[in-house]
């Protein structure tokens, strides 16, 4: 079992920064994917950011040259840099892990077993 703790959420003005936080425990695979994924009210959710064990990452691409998907693994700590953000950027949103690279995946949140409870994120105008 892995267990996904996010933090940083918040309300911002649109333009602003925040910085997301995953802390994993529990059993990490060696192989896997991970990602932050969003979901706005009325709205299926969307994979924003993903990084696979290998390296590879991929970016929605709205938010591409924007966001930042990263990890230190010492930390088991996943993170996500948002930069110039939008009000369309407003969203719940979840860090998930999965047992297979889904770095590119069309819907890279059905590769995903293990789901955080979410970090609530406001853009203003």
């Known amino acids: 079992q892995v267990q996904l703790v996010e933090s940083g959420g918040g309300s911002v003005q649109a333009g602003g920064s925040l910085r997301l936080s995953c802390a994993a425990s529990?059993?990490?695979?060696?192989?896997?994917?991970v990602g932050w994924f969003r979901q706005a009210p009325g709205k299926e959710r969307e994979g924003v950011a993903i990084?696979?064990?290998?390296?590879?990452?991929s970016y929605l691409d709205s938010v591409k040259g924007r966001f930042t998907i990263s990890q230190d693994n010492a930390k088991n700590t996943l993170y996500l840099q948002m930069n110039s953000l939008k009000p369309e950027d407003t969203a719940m949103y979840y860090c998930?892990?999965?047992?297979?690279?889904?770095?590119?995946?069309?819907?890279?949140?059905?590769?995903?077993?293990?789901w955080g409870k979410g970090t609530l994120v406001t853009i203003s105008s």
């Open positions: 998930g892990l999965g047992r297979l690279y889904c770095s590119g995946a069309y819907a890279p949140a059905g590769y995903i077993q293990y």
């Open positions: 529990g059993y990490i695979p060696s192989t896997y994917c």
């Open positions: 990084l696979d064990s290998d390296g590879d990452t």
